[in-house]
């Protein structure tokens, strides 16, 4: 099977315990639950990241939500941000439906791969550097395997980062200091892919209006631009 190192690393990735912190609190979410979930069973493990496997596009988040992805299973699956994100990405045709509400819903994605910086869902949404390092095998090894891949979309800084450091621990990058993260900007990396910045679509952007549906369809209609090339 020609994606059987995708499988495998998913697999390590759903068995991984190596942040205390995180294994602690995405367990007692998964236990404790948020009321209108309360019938649900949750997920309560690292998230792996999906998609098609001869994706030219990758989208580098931050973590999982406590009550979505960590309670679907699947990255940007069942919260706020999923239902953003979706329906964009149904209507740039990298995606088969236009919503996300599990991990078994059928919807696939199509020249796309989705992935985040850390795997588990971290307190306030802000993960520690070491547990940023402890997950960087897991983006390493993607990144590795993923070889048609030639755009990244950066949904926020700490995605943005999290590609930076990849490249710096390959020895492309000496200095990060170039590459301002700001929505919209784009780098030619010295990889040969490009980095794609984008805010990322949590409701705390999305409902002030600091990232608009028009915005978020320019950035996937921009990668696509970019694919193609």
């Not at 964009?88 to 919503?99: D, I, K, N, T």
């Not at 402890?134 to 755009?151: S, T």
């Amino acid at each position: 099977m020609a994606d059987a190192w995708l499988a495998k690393l998913n697999r390590e990735v759903i068995g991984c315990t190596h942040c205390p912190r995180l294994v602690e609190y995405r367990q007692k979410i998964a236990r404790e639950k948020r009321r209108a979930y309360r019938d649900c069973e949750y997920w309560g493990k690292p998230v792996p990241g999906f998609g098609d496997p001869q994706a030219r596009v990758l989208i580098l988040g931050l973590a999982p939500g406590a009550h979505g992805s960590n309670r679907t299973g699947r990255m940007f699956t069942g919260d706020a941000s999923g239902r953003f994100l979706y329906p964009v990405l149904y209507e740039a045709g990298f995606c088969s439906r236009p919503e996300s509400t599990d991990r078994d819903d059928g919807l696939k994605l199509k020249d796309l791969y989705i992935t985040a910086a850390v795997r588990c869902a971290p307190p306030g949404n802000k993960p520690l550097p070491q547990e940023l390092t402890n997950c960087a095998e897991y983006l390493d090894r993607e990144l590795l395997g993923l070889k048609k891949v030639k755009v990244i979309v950066a949904l926020g800084k700490i995605g943005f980062d999290a590609y930076l450091n990849w490249l710096k621990r390959r020895e492309l990058l000496s200095s990060k200091k170039p590459y301002v993260f700001r929505h919209g900007a784009s780098y030619k990396m010295p990889d040969g892919r490009t980095l794609l910045a984008s805010y990322h679509p949590s409701n705390q952007n999305t409902q002030t209006g600091k990232l608009t549906r028009p915005m978020f369809v320019n950035i996937f209609k921009q990668a696509r631009v970019l694919a193609d090339r």
